[in-house]
C-alpha cells in the first residue's frame, strides 16, 4: 500500500517545516486536500470571516512579525476576493504567500463552465504579486515555495501566489519535499559604500530618510545619525522604524507642511529603504534639490525616479554597517540635535489644517492610553491621516497602515493578525464609520478567540474626506453621508464590549479599560461631543 501523502499534505507539512506557525483560511469544496494536511500539523488555523479579511490579517501578522503571513482560500472567487489586500501587501512590500486551488489541469484555459472557473487565475494575480504561478506536476510545487521564501527572505518581500489544481492537490508526490536555504541577503559594493562615505563626509546639512525597507536596520540608522550628528525623517511606511524619542528624530513629518523644508535644506540626502513614493508626501514629488544617496534591496527604484548620485543595492542592515566601518568612529559636527529641535518647534499644519484640532484631541487620548510598545493601526480615515505627522508613537510602538494602495476595511483585520502575531502588545485599530463596515464581519473572529484589541470608531456619520474633497472641488455631495449602523447593538451581536465617551477626555479611560479587558473592545467615538 502506497502511503506517500498527497500534495496537499505535503505542501502543509513543508510550510510548517519552512517556520509557518499560523494560516489564515477559509476551507471551501475546491481546497479541501489542503486541509487533509491540517492533521498532526503544529501550524494555527484562523478562520476568517471574508477572503479579504484572511489576506489582510496575513498582512498585518507579516507586518508584526516579520514572517510570512500565509492565507489559504479556494479557486476563483476566494482569490477575487483576496486580490485587495494582495495590491496593499505589494504596494506597502509585506510578504504573504496565498495559497489557493485551481481547476482541473485538464480544464484550466478551456472556458468549460467550471465552479469557480477564471480562465488563467496566475494571471490574474500576478501584477499584485512577486510572481505567481500554476504547477503542473506536484514535484514542482517545493521548488515554488522555495522561491516565495527565497523572496521574502533575500529580496524585496512582495506576496506571492501559489494556484494548485484541484487534481493536483490530491496526486501522491514521488519524493520527499524538504525546505531550501534563501539565498543570502545582497550586501553591498565597497565602490558605491565609498562613494556615499565621501559625500556624508563633506556635508554640512545631512538627512536621512527612513523608509520601512530600513526595519531591520534601526539600531544602526541610530549610530549612523549620532556618527553624522545629523537629523532622520521617517517617511510614512518608516514612521514606526526609528524610535520616537530619539533626539534626533523627527519622526514622519510627511503630510506637512514643514516637510519640504527639512528635505529642500539637507545638501545630502541618504534614503533608506523608500521609493520615494507619492504617498510620502502626497505631492507630486519630493522636493530634493540635494544630493541623493540610496539605499533599496531593489536597485530598480533607481531608475524609476529619483535618480540617485549614488545608488547601492542592499539589504538596509549590511549597508549601513558597511558605511559606518568606512566612515570609522570620529564623530561629525553637523549641529544635528540642534536642527531636529528647530524642526520641530516649527509651527506647520498637516493635511487636514481645518481638522486637525478636533483630531488633535482624539490622539492626545490615544496616547495618554497607549502603552510603550503599542501599535496603532490605522484605517483609511482622516484621524489617521492627521497622526501620520501629528501623532508620535510610544518609544517602542508600531504603527501599520495601508500606505500604498489605501485600502478601507484594513484597520480591523490587520489589527486581527497583528494581536495573533504579538499576543501580549495592546493594539488598536482606527477606522472611520464607513471604513469599519468594509471588513465588520471579523469581529467576530476577534471575539471567538478572545483577542483583547481595541477599535476605536470614529463615527462623522460621513465618509468624510470624500465629502470635503466634493465640496473644496465644488461637486453636489452624493454618496457621502451614509446612515452609520447602531455600534453598540453591533458590538453586543458580535459579543464585544462596547463604549461610548460622551466626553474627549473620557476617551483615553474607555481605551485603558479596553486594553484590559479579557476579550475584544468597540469604542466609539461620536463627532461633536464636547471637546471635539
Given at each position: 500500500?502506497?502511503?506517500?501523502?498527497?500534495?496537499?499534505?505535503?505542501?502543509?507539512?513543508?510550510?510548517?517545516?519552512?517556520?509557518?506557525?499560523?494560516?489564515?483560511?477559509?476551507?471551501?469544496?475546491?481546497?479541501?486536500?489542503?486541509?487533509?494536511?491540517?492533521?498532526?500539523?503544529?501550524?494555527?488555523?484562523?478562520?476568517?470571516?471574508?477572503?479579504?479579511?484572511?489576506?489582510?490579517?496575513?498582512?498585518?501578522?507579516?507586518?508584526?512579525?516579520?514572517?510570512?503571513?500565509?492565507?489559504?482560500?479556494?479557486?476563483?472567487?476566494?482569490?477575487?476576493?483576496?486580490?485587495?489586500?494582495?495590491?496593499?501587501?505589494?504596494?506597502?512590500?509585506?510578504?504573504?504567500?496565498?495559497?489557493?486551488?485551481?481547476?482541473?489541469?485538464?480544464?484550466?484555459?478551456?472556458?468549460?463552465?467550471?465552479?469557480h472557473e477564471v480562465t488563467d487565475q496566475s494571471a490574474m494575480t500576478r501584477p499584485l504579486c512577486a510572481f505567481s504561478e500554476t504547477p503542473s506536476d506536484p514535484e514542482e510545487v517545493p521548488g515554488i515555495v522555495a522561491r516565495a521564501f527565497d523572496q521574502?527572505?533575500?529580496?524585496?518581500?512582495?506576496?506571492?501566489?501559489?494556484?494548485?489544481?484541484?487534481?493536483?492537490?490530491?496526486?501522491?508526490?514521488?519524493?520527499?519535499?524538504?525546505?531550501?536555504?534563501?539565498?543570502?541577503?545582497?550586501?553591498?559594493?565597497?565602490?558605491?559604500?565609498?562613494?556615499?562615505?565621501?559625500?556624508?563626509?563633506?556635508?554640512?546639512?545631512?538627512?536621512?530618510?527612513?523608509?520601512?525597507?530600513?526595519?531591520?536596520?534601526?539600531?544602526?540608522?541610530?549610530?549612523?545619525?549620532?556618527?553624522?550628528?545629523?537629523?532622520?525623517?521617517?517617511?510614512?511606511?518608516?514612521?514606526?522604524?526609528?524610535?520616537?524619542?530619539?533626539?534626533?528624530?523627527?519622526?514622519?513629518?510627511?503630510?506637512?507642511?514643514?516637510?519640504?523644508?527639512?528635505?529642500?535644506?539637507?545638501?545630502?540626502?541618504?534614503?533608506?529603504?523608500?521609493?520615494?513614493?507619492?504617498?510620502?508626501?502626497?505631492?507630486?514629488?519630493?522636493?530634493?534639490?540635494?544630493?541623493?544617496?540610496?539605499?533599496?534591496?531593489?536597485?530598480?527604484?533607481?531608475?524609476?525616479?529619483?535618480?540617485?548620485?549614488?545608488?547601492?543595492?542592499?539589504?538596509?542592515?549590511?549597508?549601513?554597517?558597511?558605511?559606518?566601518?568606512?566612515?570609522?568612529?570620529?564623530?561629525?559636527?553637523?549641529?544635528?540635535?540642534?536642527?531636529?529641535?528647530?524642526?520641530?518647534?516649527?509651527?506647520?499644519?498637516?493635511?487636514?489644517?481645518?481638522?486637525?484640532?478636533?483630531?488633535?484631541?482624539?490622539?492626545?487620548?490615544?496616547?495618554?492610553?497607549?502603552?510603550?510598545?503599542?501599535?496603532?493601526?490605522?484605517?483609511?480615515?482622516?484621524?489617521?491621516?492627521?497622526?501620520?505627522?501629528?501623532?508620535?508613537?510610544?518609544?517602542?510602538?508600531?504603527?501599520?497602515?495601508?500606505?500604498?494602495?489605501?485600502?478601507?476595511?484594513?484597520?480591523?483585520?490587520?489589527?486581527?493578525?497583528?494581536?495573533?502575531?504579538?499576543?501580549?502588545?495592546?493594539?488598536?485599530?482606527?477606522?472611520?464609520?464607513?471604513?469599519?463596515?468594509?471588513?465588520?464581519?471579523?469581529?467576530?473572529?476577534?471575539?471567538?478567540?478572545?483577542?483583547?484589541?481595541?477599535?476605536?470608531?470614529?463615527?462623522?456619520?460621513?465618509?468624510?474626506?470624500?465629502?470635503?474633497?466634493?465640496?473644496?472641488?465644488?461637486?453636489?455631495?452624493?454618496?457621502?453621508?451614509?446612515?452609520?449602523?447602531?455600534?453598540?447593538?453591533?458590538?453586543?451581536?458580535?459579543?464585544?464590549?462596547?463604549?461610548?465617551?460622551?466626553?474627549?477626555?473620557?476617551?483615553?479611560?474607555?481605551?485603558?479599560?479596553?486594553?484590559?479587558?479579557?476579550?475584544?473592545?468597540?469604542?466609539?467615538?461620536?463627532?461633536?461631543?464636547?471637546?471635539?
Amino acid at each position: 500500500m502506497d502511503t506517500r501523502p498527497t500534495c496537499g499534505e505535503a505542501l502543509v507539512k513543508l510550510l510548517e517545516d519552512y517556520g509557518v506557525d499560523t494560516v489564515f483560511g477559509i476551507p471551501g469544496v475546491h481546497n479541501l486536500e489542503l486541509y487533509r494536511g491540517f492533521a498532526g500539523a503544529n501550524i494555527r488555523h484562523v478562520l476568517p470571516r471574508h477572503e479579504q479579511g484572511a489576506a489582510f490579517m496575513a498582512d498585518g501578522y507579516a507586518r508584526m512579525t516579520g514572517k510570512p503571513g500565509v492565507a489559504f482560500v479556494i479557486t476563483g472567487a476566494g482569490v477575487t476576493n483576496a486580490m485587495t489586500p494582495l495590491g496593499q501587501s505589494f504596494t506597502d512590500s509585506v510578504p504573504v504567500l496565498l495559497v489557493s486551488s485551481d481547476n482541473p489541469r485538464e480544464t484550466l484555459g478551456k472556458g468549460y463552465g467550471c465552479l469557480h472557473e477564471v480562465t488563467d487565475q496566475s494571471a490574474m494575480t500576478r501584477p499584485l504579486c512577486a510572481f505567481s504561478e500554476t504547477p503542473s506536476d506536484p514535484e514542482e510545487v517545493p521548488g515554488i515555495v522555495a522561491r516565495a521564501f527565497d523572496q521574502f527572505n533575500s529580496r524585496r518581500p512582495r506576496p506571492v501566489h501559489l494556484s494548485v489544481p484541484l487534481d493536483l492537490l490530491a496526486e501522491q508526490t514521488r519524493t520527499d519535499w524538504s525546505p531550501r536555504p534563501a539565498a543570502p541577503k545582497p550586501g553591498p559594493e565597497l565602490d558605491a559604500i565609498e562613494q556615499a562615505a565621501t559625500l556624508l563626509d563633506q556635508a554640512k546639512r545631512p538627512l536621512i530618510l527612513v523608509g520601512g525597507g530600513a526595519r531591520g536596520a534601526a539600531q544602526q540608522i541610530i549610530e549612523l545619525a549620532e556618527r553624522l550628528d545629523c537629523p532622520t525623517l521617517g517617511t510614512v511606511a518608516g514612521k514606526d522604524v526609528l524610535p520616537s524619542n530619539h533626539p534626533l528624530h523627527l519622526g514622519c513629518l510627511m503630510w506637512s507642511s514643514v516637510c519640504d523644508q527639512v528635505l529642500s535644506e539637507a545638501d545630502v540626502v541618504l534614503a533608506i529603504g523608500t521609493e520615494l513614493s507619492r504617498n510620502d508626501t502626497y505631492n507630486d514629488q519630493f522636493v530634493l534639490p540635494g544630493k541623493l544617496i540610496r539605499i533599496d534591496i531593489d536597485a530598480a527604484e533607481f531608475d524609476l525616479r529619483f535618480r540617485p548620485a549614488v545608488g547601492i543595492r542592499s539589504d538596509a542592515k549590511l549597508a549601513v554597517e558597511a558605511l559606518l566601518d568606512v566612515l570609522g568612529p570620529q564623530v561629525a559636527t553637523n549641529n544635528g540635535v540642534e536642527r531636529a529641535a528647530a524642526y520641530r518647534a516649527t509651527p506647520f499644519e498637516g493635511f487636514l489644517p481645518k481638522l486637525e484640532d478636533k483630531h488633535a484631541a482624539i490622539l492626545e487620548q490615544i496616547g495618554q492610553a497607549m502603552p510603550e510598545d503599542g501599535v496603532l493601526v490605522g484605517d483609511m480615515t482622516q484621524v489617521i491621516y492627521t497622526s501620520i505627522p501629528k501623532f508620535p508613537l510610544p518609544p517602542k510602538g508600531r504603527f501599520l497602515f495601508p500606505a500604498g494602495y489605501g485600502t478601507l476595511g484594513y484597520g480591523l483585520p490587520a489589527a486581527i493578525g497583528a494581536k495573533i502575531g504579538a499576543p501580549d502588545r495592546a493594539v488598536l485599530a482606527v477606522a472611520g464609520d464607513s471604513g469599519f463596515l468594509y471588513t465588520a464581519p471579523e469581529m467576530m473572529v476577534a471575539s471567538e478567540l478572545g483577542l483583547n484589541i481595541v477599535a476605536l470608531v470614529w463615527n462623522n456619520r460621513a465618509l468624510g474626506q470624500i465629502r470635503d474633497d466634493m465640496v473644496n472641488r465644488r461637486i453636489q455631495t452624493v454618496g457621502v453621508t451614509p446612515e452609520p449602523p447602531d455600534f453598540e447593538a453591533l458590538a453586543k451581536a458580535f459579543r464585544w464590549s462596547y463604549a461610548r465617551p460622551d466626553r474627549a477626555e473620557n476617551i483615553a479611560d474607555a481605551l485603558k479599560a479596553g486594553f484590559a479587558a479579557n476579550g475584544p473592545t468597540l469604542v466609539e467615538v461620536q463627532d461633536g461631543i464636547p471637546g471635539l
